[in-house]
T-cell receptor, first 115, second 108 residues
Framework: DVKVTQSSRYLVKRTGEKVFLECVQDMDHENMFWYRQDPGLGLRLIYFSYDVKMKEKGDIPEGYSVSREKKERFSLILESASTNQTSMYLC??????????????FGDGTRLSIL | GQNIDQPTEMTATEGAIVQINCTYQTSGFNGLFWYQQHAGEAPTFLSYNVLDGLEEKGRFSSFLSRSKGYSYLLLKELQMKDSASYLCARRDDYKLSFGAGTTVTVRA
């Protein structure tokens, strides 16, 4: 089974801090995704990466950046955290774009609170 | 956005059947996923439809009409453990667009 691991289940940070959310997958997947999930809005794509050092903006990239230095690890960075970034963050992966008809495998999520 | 619409909440009795509808924009459509998400947990895959028709997997079935931009998830013989949020997700190439989710509450 694919294992997608997010480094923290719960995180509390202060406004203006630089925040790192880490995600690691163990199945050599090429494509990795970061979403945020808010009540009434569902999952919204922030960024995704289709290879090492390759990234593409999703639907709501403002205020975020990402890093993919190694294939197994995809990091989401909040450059200067704001209270409207309080949310549940979910990481997901699939083997590659030719496998996009296969389900995305999700991590357990990081519930981030910005005070 | 992709205007993916599904009802916010549904309630049903244990042993009953519930149908969760999902409508979406048809342009650029490649397929439709259904996920189940229990509170505080990751979404887990239930079904994927790319062709018109009904796909059955045990107590859960999913239907797709590409021309109408419509899908539904049918949950039969409801059990208490089926209380969860059900997410409809439209595939557009390698990206997914999710609906807001339907919270299903199963009552004894």
């Amino acid at each position: 089974d694919v294992k997608v691991t997010q480094s923290s289940r719960y995180l509390v940070k202060r406004t203006g801090e630089k925040v790192f959310l880490e995600c690691v997958q163990d199945m050599d997947h090429e494509n990795m995704f970061w979403y945020r999930q808010d009540p009434g809005l569902g999952l919204r794509l922030i960024y995704f990466s289709y290879d090492v050092k390759m990234k593409e903006k999703g639907d709501i990239p403002e205020g975020y950046s990402v890093s993919r230095e190694k294939k197994e690890r995809f990091s989401l960075i909040l450059e200067s955290a704001s209270t409207n970034q309080t949310s549940m963050y979910l990481c997901a992966s699939i083997p590659g774009q030719s496998y996009s008809n296969q389900p995305q495998h999700f991590g357990d999520g990081t519930r981030l609170s910005i005070l | 956005g992709q205007n993916i619409d599904q009802p916010t909440e549904m309630t049903a009795t244990e042993g009953a059947i519930v149908q969760i509808n999902c409508t979406y924009q048809t342009s650029g459509f490649n397929g439709l996923f259904w996920y189940q998400q229990h509170a505080g947990e990751a979404p887990t895959f239930l079904s994927y439809n790319v062709l018109d028709g009904l796909e059955e997997k045990g107590r859960f079935s999913s239907f797709l009409s590409r021309s109408k931009g419509y899908s539904y998830l049918l949950l039969k013989e409801l059990q208490m453990k089926d209380s969860a949020s059900y997410l409809c997700a439209r595939r557009d190439d390698y990206k997914l667009s999710f609906g807001a989710g339907t919270t299903v509450t199963v009552r004894a």
